[in-house]
Nanobody
Framework: VQLQASGGGLVQAGGSLRLSCAAVGRTGNISNMAWFRQAPGEERRFVSVIRWSPHSTVYADSVKGRFTISGDNTKNTVYLRMNDLEPEDTAVYFC????????????????????WGQGTLVTVSS
């Protein structure tokens, strides 16, 4: 399985971007897809996850109310709509796909995922 992420770029504070990630290959067993991000000098952190069945979404507190995750499980594609962006959102954003249907708490850990995309850079200027 390969994950292909796109949609990053440079945007001013208060602006919006939409990230996309498509899984290609043997995708039949994917249970959930997520976004993580890594700012310069920091560790990779959870942003959001969408679980196909039962359908649910989870967000990090730092993005609640501003970011929306959505997706199409028939295409194993996930999107992240990011509104009201802040300079603190500047990071490389990674999409990930998991095969196991873990509880929500575990889905916020990067160890829950089996496949990772290459990352797409989001830069928010003040």
């Amino acid at each position: 399985v390969q994950l292909q992420a796109s949609g990053g770029g440079l945007v001013q504070a208060g602006g919006s971007l939409r990230l996309s990630c498509a899984a290609v290959g043997r995708t039949g067993n994917i249970s959930n897809m997520a976004w993580f991000r890594q700012a310069p000098g920091e560790e990779r952190r959870f942003v959001s996850v969408i679980r196909w069945s039962p359908h649910s979404t989870v967000y990090a507190d730092s993005v609640k109310g501003r970011f929306t995750i959505s997706g199409d499980n028939t295409k194993n594609t996930v999107y992240l709509r990011m509104n009201d962006l802040e300079p603190e959102d500047t990071a490389v954003y990674f999409c990930a796909a998991g095969l196991r249907n873990y509880i929500v708490r575990h889905l916020q850990r990067d160890t829950a995922y089996d496949y990772w995309g290459q990352g797409t850079l989001v830069t928010v200027s003040s």
